[in-house]
């Protein structure tokens, strides 16, 4: 908004020529989105307590975590706003991408917030069935797909890491492929956000690292330079992924252990998805196994886990996702937090090493 309102003015205030780069207004964005999640961090979390939205408990859960039964939940729509606010603010509104990651996020968001009132509400842990969530999910994703399949300027080849010239042609796979991406993704962070902290953590490294992608993807000089594929206007959406890393850094203010308030399946299915449209529309959806690689270590220990007592009657791990079988090892939750934390920075440093390791 600002950028339309402001940016047109240039001609006459020579100083207004700073909204057109789009790393000024990332960092406007960031600065916005941290400052209202901080600020209306306590009046959300006491509307949500005021409203008795708290947390209801799996009863096949670790025992330890009965304690954090009535703890504020649905705190995800605070990152949501404070997101959307700072993008709709800073961004180029005139950016198709930009609305389409918007749309993805807004999207799983909502089904999120259905998934959650139920649970907290109706008092039903289980919330949307999984076949509910797919079904949605996939809906969202597919218009998110043909979207950006028809309007941007995203082929529908595979790029491959550590690889220059090496692609696959997907065809009409591609839509398929792109939905998968994204609601994967969506459901990957939605396992992960088990322990105070541990998902939004993980995501702020994760769309921290994608904001790099966006922008050098965005741009021709640089993307000709580090070999990769050049995709116009994708660099907008480095405002979209230095919002979300900050929108979720003030959260983490008020989630980091003892939680004050969950994100809830509003805030993770749609960080989620927002990741997994970012991979797709900058041509990072292998490298979002590696960037990513804690929500995809958190899905397929649970693919594991599901499948072993399918086939075999017996467990891999102590219970899954993942983190809960470390819990239940001894690991203080604290502990299992922080070494995820540890692994996730390790891996986007490693995902933004193949930029030049081409």
Do not use: C
């Not at 020529?17 to 961090?41: E, H």
């Not at 203010?253 to 509003?266: E, L, S």
């Not at 997994?276 to 397929?300: D, Y």
Request: hydrophobic residues 55%; proline residues 4%.
């Amino acid at each position: 908004m600002l950028y339309q309102l402001l940016f047109p003015l240039a001609g006459q205030l020579s100083a207004l020529n700073i909204f057109r780069y789009i790393t000024f207004r990332s960092f406007g964005a960031a600065v916005t989105a941290l400052l209202l999640s901080l600020a209306l961090g306590p009046w959300f979390i006491n509307r949500l307590r005021s409203l008795q939205l708290g947390q209801v408990v799996r009863d096949d859960g670790p025992q330890t975590h009965k304690k954090k039964s009535g703890t504020p939940t649905m705190g995800g729509a605070l990152i949501l706003f404070a997101l959307l606010m700072a993008v709709l603010l800073w961004g180029d509104l005139k950016n198709i991408g930009l609305w389409i990651v918007m749309f993805v996020t807004v999207g799983n968001g909502m089904i999120g917030w259905v998934d959650d009132y139920r649970k907290v509400v109706h008092k039903n842990t289980k919330g949307l069935s999984a076949r509910q969530k797919l079904f949605f999910q996939f809906l969202v994703a597919g218009v998110a797909a043909w979207l950006i399949q028809t309007y941007t300027d995203v082929d529908t080849n595979l790029a491959l890491p550590f690889f220059k010239h090496l692609v696959i042609p997907l065809g009409y796979l591609y839509v398929p492929f792109a939905m998968l991406v994204i609601v994967g993704s969506a459901n990957a962070v939605n396992l992960t956000d088990g322990l105070d902290g541990l998902a939004i953590g993980s995501v702020i490294t994760t769309s921290a690292t994608f904001a790099i992608f966006a922008y050098v993807a965005g741009n021709a000089k640089i993307a000709e330079y580090l070999e990769i594929p050049h995709i116009p206007g994708s660099g907008e959406l480095t405002v979209f992924a230095a919002a979300m890393a900050a929108s979720g850094l003030g959260f983490l203010w008020y989630n980091a252990h003892p939680a004050q308030v969950f994100m809830g399946d509003v805030g993770s299915l749609s960080l989620g998805g927002a990741i997994g449209s970012l991979a797709v529309v900058t041509k990072n959806e292998i490298l979002l196994l590696v960037v990513g690689g804690v929500f995809v270590m958190e899905a397929i220990s649970v693919m594991v886990q599901v499948a072993s007592f399918k086939t075999r009657g017996k467990r891999v791990f102590k219970m899954a996702p993942i983190h809960h079988h470390f819990e239940l090892k001894g690991w203080p939750e604290p502990k299992v937090i922080v070494r995820f934390w540890i692994i996730s920075i390790l891996l986007s440093l490693i995902a933004l090493s193949t930029l030049k390791l081409r």
